[in-house]
């Protein structure tokens, strides 16, 4: 099976083609540095994904946050639930800690600018 990618690690956007046999890359053409075929073999085998999105503060204003690094993506939609259950506190500052550990991924939803 072939699996057409359009690669999003730097702006050039190559177009990859990435062979899978039985789950598992055979092969991948179409990338013109290293990080692309990383990308490609990742995102075939266990695609990862940054969250933003927004949490509701105290008083009711939002809150823009996302992951500290990369979740499963299957994890996504249950991310989702536990940021919609959470609230901030203001003042909030870029870097605070709203979810610690979300779903035990080592991931931390994190507030993503200055809201006083």
Do not use: Q, W
């Not at 359009?6 to 083609?17: A, D, H, N, S």
């Not at 075939?44 to 927004?54: E, K, L």
């Amino acid at each position: 099976m072939i699996r057409e990618l359009t690669c999003i690690v730097c702006p050039k956007g190559c177009p990859l083609k990435v062979e899978l046999e039985n789950g598992a890359v055979i092969n991948v053409t179409g990338h013109t540095c290293p990080r692309g075929k990383t990308y490609a073999i990742n995102e075939c085998t266990h695609p990862m994904r940054t969250i933003t999105t927004t949490v509701r503060a105290e008083n009711g204003e939002v809150v823009p946050v996302k992951t500290s690094t990369t979740i499963p993506k299957e994890l996504m939609f249950a991310c989702m639930k536990e940021v919609n259950r959470a609230t901030v506190k203001l003042p909030a500052k870029i870097g605070d800690v709203v979810i610690a550990n979300v779903l035990e991924t080592g991931a931390d939803i994190v507030v993503a600018a200055n809201v006083d």
